[in-house]
């Protein structure tokens, strides 16, 4: 299982990032996926979760009506739409899955929200 995170970086308040995690080894399509988010200093949070066919979507009450998770099964990709960004979204962001009882992450993508 791979996972590989991109689209992090430096953004202003109010903006807006796109990211992506590219999946491999596993049949993605058949698997629940999450984004996590850790930021300096405290622990890590769940920000939101999709579905294996991407019907069923839940978020984290702080990124509810700003951030957006979808995926692309035919391209084993998930995605994070982040709009109306705030100094607080800064943290290291993660997508996350579970096989057999294991959870595999990626490296994580850096997003600094800073004027």
């Known amino acids: 299982v791979q996972l590989v995170e991109s689209g992090g970086g430096l953004v202003q308040p109010g903006g807006s990032l796109r990211l992506s995690c590219a999946a491999s080894?596993?049949?993605?399509?058949?698997?629940?996926m999450r984004w996590y988010r850790q930021a300096p200093g405290k622990e890590r949070e769940l920000v939101a979760v999709?579905?294996?066919?991407?019907?069923?979507?839940n978020y984290a009450d702080s990124v509810k009506g700003r951030f957006t998770i979808s995926r692309d099964n035919a391209k084993n990709t998930v995605y994070l739409q982040m709009s109306s960004l705030k100094a607080e979204d800064t943290a290291v962001y993660y997508c996350?899955?579970?096989?057999?009882?294991?959870?595999?992450w990626g490296q994580g993508t850096q997003v600094t929200v800073s004027s």
């Open positions: 999709i579905s294996s066919d991407g019907g069923m979507r």
């Open positions: 996350t899955t579970t096989k057999y009882g294991n959870s595999y």
């Open positions: 080894g596993f049949t993605f399509s058949t698997y629940v």
